[in-house]
């Protein structure tokens, strides 16, 4: 999980919010990669690092394993913020990619 620019998070918050986004919502990280990383043959996805201003996914394209950085709407300068951005994320890929988006309490 390297290349994270410095910025407001830590390793360990890197590796933490990669680490619950790979095992609770990789769907949501495949809808982010097809429709915000510009990139609809996606086949997998997973977070491998993010910093203030994107996160970045390992991705599955046509067979092969590509980065795709997507950024934030807006620099992140605390924890807490990350959460909402990838939740407008998912809620926007959904919208782009004409999917229904699960319940709120399922996030």
């Given at each position: 999980m390297s290349e994270a620019k410095a910025g407001p998070f830590n390793q360990q918050v890197v590796d933490a919010v990669a680490r619950h986004m790979n095992r609770d919502h990789p769907e949501d990280?495949?809808?982010i990669v097809r429709s915000l990383?510009?990139?609809?043959?996606?086949?997998?996805?997973?977070?491998?690092?993010?910093?203030?201003?994107?996160?970045?996914f390992d991705a599955v394209i046509e067979g092969r394993?590509?980065?795709?950085?997507?950024?934030?709407?807006?620099?992140l300068t605390e924890r807490a913020q990350i959460r909402g951005e990838v939740t407008r994320m998912y809620f926007d890929a959904c919208e782009a990619l004409g999917v229904k988006p699960r319940e709120t309490q399922q996030h």
């Open positions: 990280s495949l809808l990383g510009a990139q609809p043959s996606a086949t997998a996805a997973s977070v491998s690092t993010l910093d203030a201003v994107s996160v970045t394993q590509q980065t795709v950085r997507v950024p934030w709407s807006t620099e």
